[in-house]
């Protein structure tokens, strides 16, 4: 037998600690969520999500509407426009949220059991369910995984650019895939990585029914195969599509899809024209209905012209929005140079008499937006301070400088004299940058170009308050023409920017980050698809955006987003509109619903059910 020198046995020993040590922190490493703030709100080993009922019945059928079209079963592609609720019913991710957790910030597995990720935030890991399967009962594979991802960034060019920061998409163990980031302490990429759709690579790679290659490049109307609780049932491609629960659905039985996925089938029926669809849901062609006209919500459900509601067949309801705030304005764009300047933006808020298209057309019910984040407190108020003023004060010499003296306000009428005053500011700024009356045409000092403006919509909703700020704009020489086009028509000509003015709207989170490099960054000024409508390039806002995405906690991510909120508003990159605080809900009294809904989600159709017996009163 050999002899085995003392410092021999040491180094080995070492080793083992050393491996030992390796392992430990490895199984140590693996959690069953994550969370943007704080620890999650579910421990290990939860058995379902407190909002839901365990014990809903299981059948029925729930008929939903969708506006426009839709010609495409593909998920990814940027071009085109895939049926509604593919993603939310078809396709899975590897993690999902709680909706009584703030802005869904907590993450459970669903097609990954756990995840792990670095101190540092430079890489994640998921480690997948071994029960995770296909339709088909082929088994869901890290290579299903690395492949979706490797796509969406191939063909998608919103999803290349939110997913910039992964550098690489790799196979770490058998179920194991690992994503490594470029940069250091952006505390929201290992959570946005959990929201990854994951796509089947073994069927996009593969031939239809008649032998057919299949291509993940272009659009498809073949039904796809997908991993969750439904599979497309049969449709009619444009017009309506109906999806049906899987019986051997792999995730049935998780503890994240107790009590949810109750619907035998759910219908999606299109419709293009808004009207069309609020008296298909009266006569009683689909079941449930998120009103967003104040108009409609005053005096299209009256009871005397409705028998439905009457008979409390239909019910109305109003549920408070806690999860986001919003920005929706009137967009610009900054492409065009007759709106390069601060002061002619301005000028066209000043032209908008917001009161009394709040009195005469809103029925009292919005609020002006004030912010980019409002009904958040995400949202700057009073004049900046503290950890605030701090990041302001990094950008003090490119950024306007009553950021630092005075809190942003809207412009305010509501009656002629002040309409009168304000139009008489807004002349004053468009002389200042430029423009001048030729009889009654405003036009450009140094070109001579009439001003006018292409107002762009899909619909003609917004004309009941955009004409009478067209008669304003008149008064200063400026020519408005409202222009509407047919859908799919919109949604080309916003993608490549081919617009002057449209309306737009962000959800904002309660945890802002990556995407608002995609809502005002400069890298998508001019990247087509992208969600900077105005085309802001700003290197002041690109700063600020940073802060936000590496806010090391809370206070410092509140202090950021607020920064970025008075910087974006004194720049007039939009003309805000307004909002409503609550969700405004119609829908037909055939439901079952949890005691308690979730806190910051009215949940429907996923943790609702079909109740036979009102179903039966209604028919």
Known sequence: MPVIKATTLWMIALSCMIWAGVAAASDDGWKHATSLTGEPRY????S??????PDAPIGGRVRLAA???????????????PATGLLQHVYETLMTGALDEADISGEYGLLAEATKHASDDSWVSFRLNPAAKWHDGEPVTVEDVVWSFEKSVELNPSLRFYYRNVVKAEKTGEREVTFTFDVRNNRELPHIMGQ????PKHWWEGTDPDGKQRSIEGRILEPPLGSGPYRVDRFEAGRNITFARVENYWGRDLNVNVGRNNFNEINYEYYRDSTVMLEAFKGDQFDYRRENSAKNWATGYEKNRFPAREKGFVI???????????MQAFVV????DKFKDRRVRRALNLAWDYETAKRTVFFGQYLRIQSFFAGTDLAASGLPSGRELEILNTVKDIIPQEVFTQEY????????????????????LLKQAGWELDGRRLVNTATGEPFTIEYLDHSDGSERFVLPWKQNLQKLGIELTYRVVDSSQYINRLRSFEYDMVTAGWGQSLSPGNEQRNYWGAQSADRE?????AGINDPAVDRLIDEVIFAKDRETLVAATRALDRVLLWNEYVIPQFYYPFERIARWDRFGRPEKLPEYSVGFPEIWWFDAEKATRIK
């Open 316 to 326: 109305l309801e109003e549920f408070p929005t806690k999860a986001s705030g919003v």
């Open 67 to 81: 506006e426009g079209s839709y010609d495409s079963f593909n998920p990814i592609l940027p071009k085109g426009e």
């Open 333 to 336: 764009n900054l492409r065009r």
């Open 529 to 533: 698809g992208s969600r900077n409508y």
């Open 196 to 199: 990854l759709t994951v796509l």
């Open 48 to 53: 379902r999500f407190d909002y839901v009922n």
């Open 43 to 46: 421990a290990a080993g939860f």
């Open 409 to 428: 306000e809207n412009p305010v009428a509501g009656d002629p004299q002040k309409l009168r005053n304000n139009l008489r500011d807004a002349f004053d």
